[in-house]
């Protein structure tokens, strides 16, 4: 999720269990934790594929962040007598601010290595859109009346309801979501590859993805939509890979559960995360591999991965897209 939210949950987590014993310095702590484990942005891991794939890695591991968080409360403990008088409180605030980054990092469609050192792939529950107001804006208004207000007891009731309302909007996202699903497997019964993501800003309209080898199809649809979905086909490019493989191929394949598309740019291999973005724009894609001819055949060899320029975001292109699923 974007940095505000971040900062809003980690700080309305640690008010609601330590603004008692704490007071507003909670807000602070809370807030501080909630962003740390994305500084892992700074970070270079060597190139491209590599820090597009190792961000949300270790930085957002339950191990890790538990461990650090074990590290933290004796720092804390060692100096603020206020920890050592509520230490229990203290270790709940740091560990939970901490942790909550990642899980709801995880709702979303990137992908989080909650349990790094472990290979298995990036966690992705794919039901919140990165930045959703009707999230975000109930911490960030407890957040502030707390941090503001002469009338601390009622701001901490308000701060508890707008964590159990934040909590119930996930719920229903991965309601909405099973929902979704149910409709295209109903049409669709046979899909091999399905993924399922809300569309910016919202959990009513979505977008469907159905993989299948050498085509894609694309479609929208919204909560309880009883008509059918109007799906697009795309290649999927996997034939211009030529049996070409590599680790940077390997790495991206892991992260992205296999949903890329692949295109030859002049004399270029092009390899798209089709997860992110819909028909039309997609933020990530990169140059993986170089063309060189042999024997009148295209072969690839491997090159160091560049990250290509982000497509201008067209709003006018998603407002069509919700304009036809209203009309589905």
């Known amino acids: 999720m974007d940095s505000v939210t971040q900062i809003a949950l980690g700080a309305s987590v640690a008010a609601a269990i330590g603004y ?8 602070i702590a809370g807030a501080l934790l909630g962003t740390l484990p994305d500084m892992d942005v700074v970070i270079n891991y060597g190139d491209d594929i590599a820090n597009y794939t190792s961000h949300r890695g270790f930085s957002h591991s339950l191990f890790v962040l538990s461990a650090l968080a074990g590290i933290l409360f004796l ?57 959703d107001p009707l999230y975000t804006l109930p911490l960030l208004i407890a957040g502030l009346g707390l941090a503001i207000s002469k009338h601390p007891t009622r701001w901490q ?14 719920g229903a996202s991965q309601f ?24 910016p800003f919202n959990i ?20 309880f939509n009883r008509q059918p979905i109007q799906w697009q086909h795309y290649s999927t490019g996997r034939d211009q890979l030529a049996n070409f493989t590599s680790p940077h191929l390997s790495r991206l394949e892991w992260f992205s559960g296999g949903l890329l598309q692949f295109n030859q740019v ?20 990169f ?31 998603l ?5 036809n699923i209203a009309h589905n």
């Open 20 to 27: 008692k014993p704490f007071g507003k310095k909670a807000l």
């Open 204 to 223: 009513l309209a979505w977008r469907v993805l159905s993989y299948e080898g050498e085509q894609y199809s694309e479609g929208f649809t919204y909560v």
């Open 266 to 285: 002049d004399d270029q291999l092009h390899a798209t995360d089709l997860r992110l973005g819909m028909g039309g724009y997609y933020p990530f894609s």
């Open 319 to 323: 407002m069509e897209r919700y304009r």
């Open 75 to 131: 720092l804390a403990r060692q100096y603020w007598q206020s920890v050592r008088a509520h230490p229990v409180a203290g270790f709940m605030l740091i560990w939970l601010a901490l942790i909550t980054h990642p899980l709801l990092d995880s709702f979303t469609t990137y992908g989080t290595q909650i349990w790094w050192p472990m290979t298995t792939p990036p966690v992705s529950w794919s039901s919140v859109f990165i930045i």
């Open 176 to 199: 909405a979501k099973w929902q979704v699903q149910q409709q295209v497997y109903e049409q669709r019964p046979n899909a091999h590859t399905l993924f399922v993501a809300p569309t």
């Open 157 to 170: 009731k308000i701060n508890t309801w707008a964590l159990a309302l934040s909590c119930g909007y996930l």
């Open 287 to 317: 140059a993986i591999a170089q063309a060189s001819s042999v024997q009148a055949t295209t072969a690839w060899q491997t090159m160091v991965p560049i990250q290509l320029p982000q497509p201008k975001a067209d709003f006018s292109q």
